[in-house]
């Protein structure tokens, strides 16, 4: 089942900060962030494990709720590099052949 | 470190003709890749999961016979379009499986078609 990503887009300006849900409706071994930019192929950026583990890259860091089968992705004082699609996969089992699900996707624009 | 590439980046060819993507590993073996397809604004679409040495395994829906996968090396992975049409218009995009304390999927730059 395709994990639920909130908002579906979001305009920011320069320096301010935007969350990133991902909801899922069945429990999940771990999530896995990717940006994507128009007509590229999507970035890896980082990947939670079960276990409520936040991660923190540069300014962009993530959290995982196992209770609530959800994912936030949090971008702190946001550039404009930060502009892109961000999907997360999600994988429901170890050993699932590494095989993700992704989300709708969230678009992100970030304003000078 | 974790680089894939794939080639071609665009290919543009006329209804009824085959088209082959490959999807290479720079730096790492990958046993397992995948390939998506994706179309505007939308997002990645999983078809199949390539396997070296043995059968792809395609998601409900995919036509086996009309995207055939190979999965020849620890490096290299085809996906064919056989007799392509225009819907088959779309932006292709492989991944590979790279290990570590949890696998990682690692993108390659995509493959536009354009079925005339």
């Known amino acids: 089942q395709q994990p639920v990503q909130s908002p579906q887009a979001v305009i920011l300006r320069e320096g301010e900060d935007a969350v990133i849900n991902c909801s899922s409706s069945?429990?999940?071994?771990?999530v896995h962030w990717y940006r994507q930019k128009h007509g590229e192929a999507p970035v890896f950026l980082m990947i939670?494990?079960?276990?409520?583990e936040q991660k923190g890259h540069d300014k962009i860091s993530a959290s995982f709720n196992e209770k609530k089968q959800q994912s936030s992705l949090y971008l702190t004082a946001s550039q404009l590099s930060y502009s892109g699609t961000y999907f997360c996969?999600?994988?429901?089992?170890?050993?699932?052949?590494?095989?993700?699900?992704f989300g709708q996707g969230t678009t992100l624009q970030v304003k000078p | 470190g974790a680089v894939v590439s794939q080639h071609p980046s665009r290919v543009i060819c006329k209804s009824g003709t085959s088209v082959k993507i490959e999807c290479r590993s720079l730096d790492f073996q990958a046993t397992t890749m995948f390939w998506y397809r994706q179309f505007p604004k939308q997002s990645l679409m999983l078809m199949a999961t390539s396997n070296e040495g043995s059968k792809a395994t395609y998601e409900q829906g995919v036509e086996k016979d009309k995207f055939l996968i190979n999965h020849a090396s620890l490096t290299l992975s085809t996906l064919t379009v056989t007799s392509a049409h225009p819907e088959d218009s779309s932006f292709y995009i492989c991944s590979a499986l790279a290990g570590g304390r949890v696998e990682t999927q690692y993108f390659g730059p995509g493959t536009r078609l354009l079925v005339l």
């Open positions: 996969g999600t994988e429901l089992s170890p050993g699932n052949t590494g095989k993700l699900i």
């Open positions: 939670l494990l079960k276990g409520g």
């Open positions: 069945k429990a999940l071994y771990s």
